[in-house]
């Protein structure tokens, strides 16, 4: 009967020394680094007076549209458009205001992608994603706050900009 009894004590001793080890081996200690050949980060244009954003001189004359343009033509365009908008509402805009201003702004309606700006509980969204396609590339925007940011990164192999779904733009 004692032996029978330390053969369980071992047994479930073994048992638990084999469950830490095997938990031990799904956590990280440490970051790890990024492959040396990992493709560069896309450049990003930050908003003014934001950590890492241009110094703006008011002298200087505002982006314009390229009508045929490529993305990067643009995508300084596109930033400046959107952050004119977050300025004049002074807050985050709505994702409908963003869609409305790329659009009256000169952008192809059914190029845009734009996220939702609030959750399905009806909670605000921390970020609006925005994207528009032209040809092979996509501008891709970021809304945080009143602060907008702007690469210029490939199209996805779904022929789309962003993953996921949009918010109605119609």
Known sequence: MLRRSASRTALAGAFIAVAALITAGCTSSAPTDPPSTAAPLPTSTASPGEPGGPDVDPSEPAPEFV?????????????????QGADAVGE??????VAEALIAAGFDRAALEVTADQTPLGLATDVISFAVRIDDDCIIGEVRGSSVTTSVVPVLATGRCLVGTDASID
């Open 92 to 97: 985050r805009p709505s994702s409908a205001q």
């Open 67 to 83: 009508e045929g343009g490529s993305a990067a033509d643009n995508a300084p365009f596109a930033r400046f458009v959107v952050q």
